[in-house]
Structures are given as C-alpha cells and as structure tokens.
C-alpha cells in the first residue's frame, strides 16, 4: 500500500472558504472548531451526543436553496462536513451586535440560567427558525419539544426555552443570504479530486465509486452519520486508520415509491427515511419522534442502524415486523435477503467482506393492517431502549391473516417472534388468542439483565405491549404519554 495522505478539508464558514490540513480521519468536528479554529462557543458535554451542548447547524444544497440540519458535533467527524456550510452560536450575531431573533427571544423569556447548554438550543432552534419560521410558518409546542428533543438542560427548565420557540414568528425576519454560500459550495465541489485510494478519509460520490473502494479496502472502517463510531472515538478512544463514508452516494441517498415496497436509500438519513414511513403509515410518527434526539436522527442513518445490528436498535423491530429485505452490492453484483434472517450473531451478520447495504425495501401498506411500534425506556426522549416491540397484522373478517412480530432487546440480534406468530395466525382476534400470544411471546427468549432493565422486567414488559396492543386495536385511545398534550403553562 502507498502512504496514506490526509485530504484537504474544505466548508464554508461565514461567508468564506475555510480550507484546513493534515485532519486525522479520527478528529470530530467538536475537536476541529474548538481545538484547531478556536470557535469555543460550540461546548463539549457528554461527548457522546446526548446533551445536545456541541450542537451546530450545517446547510446542505437541496436545489436552488439551502437545507438547514441541527447535528452533534461531538460525534461527527470533521472530513464528514466537507462541502457544507457551518454555522456555530458565534455566527448569528450581526457585525453591529444586534442578536439574532433566536437569541432575542430566549432572552425576552428568560431561557438560559447557567447557559453551558444555551449555544446548543440557540443552534436547535436555528435549524428551525431557517426551515419553518423563516418560511412564514408558526411553530407549534410539539414542534418546538420536537426540534429541541436532542436538547438537555440540567437547570432552568424547558418552559421558557418552549415559549421562545413559540414566538420566534413574532419577531422581525433575519434571512441568510444564501446565494454566494450556494456559490462557494458549488466551487467546493467543483474542485473536488477524482477518488484515490492512498487517501485516509474517502467520501465517494457514486455506488461505482464506493463499491470499487469497497473491494480494495474491505477493512476500512465504512462511516455515514457516525452516531456510533463517534462513540468509538470518544469513548474508547479508537484511532480510525483510515475511513469510507458512504453519506454522499447519491444512489444510497435516494428514497423511491414503487407499486410494490418503499425503497429506502442505506445513506438516506433517519429524519428523512422515516419521513418516508410516516407518509405511508402516520401511527409511526410517535416512535419515529422518540426514536432518538433531531440531531442524531439529522446525522444518523437507517443503513447505519440496520447494520449496526444492535440488539436494542429501534429501526430493525419494526422493519421486521414490516417484512423488509435488504439489498446487498458489490463489485460481484446485487443480492436480496430479508432482515429477519440477516443477522448470525451479536453485531455480526451475512454481508460479505466487499459487500454495502445499498437499500431497504419495505413492502407496500396492504389492507386491513393493524400496525404499532413501542419503545420503552428510562426517558421520554432522546434515550435507548430496554425493550422495542413493533406488531403487524392483516385482519381479515375478525381472523389474524398474518401476523408479524419484531422484538428488540431480548436476544443478542434484533428478532422476529416466529413462536408468538405462530400461535396468533388463523386465529380469531380476541382476547384468549392475545392472552395465549403474551405466554408464548414471554417464554419465547430469555433476555440478559443490564444496566436498562433486568430479564424478569424485559419478559414482562413485552407480554404487556402485546396486551397494549390488542386494546388499542379495539379502539382505546389513552394507552400511552403518547395521547397527552403538554400545556403551555407546564414548567
């Protein structure tokens, strides 16, 4: 192998080119602003994308305009930015010093006591002041909890941060000039270099592109949103030799209707992926809110979680639970295989040395389908699960036609609950049946017991949701938090 070269890292950043050498593969973008461009305002909390104190927004083409994403800075690698622009809680302040209506408005309602945690809900509620305020649209209180879910605050309380959201609409509109940003990103790409495999940090363009990188290295560690290698950077300090990031493939990045199945582009990321899912089936709006803070889902992608293969990741219940088959390419060729059979053992799974996960295919909505995920955890939000239940079935005349079951943390791999389903099909869909179905599904694994839940709770709580299911299949409404408003007035 040739000696392996830093590439050059390139974004815009107030209005100019900033051009940064010799980046390790293995610096994050919290590392590159504080230690390297001295923009400290950016803050360094749990350093695993909890807290939401190292949020900043980064603009991405989307056409003639801008896309704003509030992302962890923690845990992103800086390469992982080239080509983009950045904003950090030090650009919104206009050269005269007058603040800029996200600051002015959490200033008019008192939002901010110690303010460690202040510059990341200034840049959350950035993110939304550019896509949704500065379109002339109100922000509603669920769209507020929604945009600052990756957002913790250790003292003042949500309340007044929730009211400063509110009336961002209120206040004089400040537009980004998006224009000559467009313009230095267009130059930036422009001049990015043709592939060359002696670089540290690869960020290949087309499937072409990576599945022949892919070939070449099949021991480079692959990236996308990088909310669990960041981990691996952070936490236990593992140095990444060198990087395939697969987050700017535009074919892994396309999401596409057929008559058949919704395929989901691997590099899709999770904020549009299950925007995607909620257009088809909009009960899963919940889970897809709780699934993690915005900015993990901003960053993160469905590929990534898929193979990830955790057993307490939330996509892959319910994509079992769904009948989703996956898409694998390599330089060889293309092959299908369903999820539920992907997985061989803990993080471990079919795809071969050279092989990507290019899509995930989910297959149409069909009539008659009854479908529910629930997630359990210690927090509301922005927290991993203990346990993880998505149920589908196909009713048919009172008859369970087919039923699908998905369960998370109960067992080394994300699973599907074959024994339970077995007992529900053909069945009528009455109480005995779901009683005889929460036995069943109870004695079906033998979860561990960890720093989440114990076993005997983990065994419980799935016969519970299965029980939870049944009754909001008969019409109960108020099941969960889920059916419950918050107030304006809620401290």
Known sequence: MPPMNHPV????HRGEIVSVKNVPPSRTLLQLLREDLTLTATKEGCNEGDCGACTVVIGEPHGHTLR????NSCIRLAHSIHGLALWTAQDLTSRDGELHPVQQALVAQHASQCGFCTPGFVMSLFALYQNQVRQGQPVSR??????????????TG??????????LAELPVVPVDETPVLLLLEHITQNI???????????PRTLAELLTLRAIQPATQIVAGCTDVGLWVNKQHRDLA?????SRVQELRQIERGTQALTLGAAATLTDAFAALVADRPQLHHFASRFAGLPVRNAGTLGGNVVNGSPIGDSM????????????????????????????GYRKNQMASDEVLKCIRVPNMQPNEFLRVYKVSKRQEDDISAVCLAVRLLLQDGVVAEASIGVG???????????TEAVMNGQDWTQSTVTLAQTTLRDEFEPISDMRASSNYRKQVVGNLLQRFWLESQGQTHTSLASLSLRADTP
């Open 9 to 12: 890292l390139e974004f815009v």
């Open 193 to 203: 270099p043709r592939i060359e495999a002696n670089l540290t940090y690869q960020s």
């Open 317 to 344: 219940p319910l994509l079992i639970a769904l009948r989703a088959t996956l898409v694998l390419a390599s330089v060889r060729g293309e092959r299908e295989v369903p999820l539920d059979a992907f997985y061989t």
């Open 68 to 71: 704003y994403k509030a992302v």
């Open 409 to 419: 943390g109960v067992a080394p791999t994300p699973v599907r609950a074959c024994a």
């Open 242 to 246: 060198a990087v395939l990031d697969v």
């Open 158 to 167: 949500y309340r007044p941060i929730l009211d400063a959201a509110q009336r």
């Open 142 to 155: 669920s769209q507020a909890q929604e945009a600052l879910s990756g957002n913790l605050c250790r003292c």
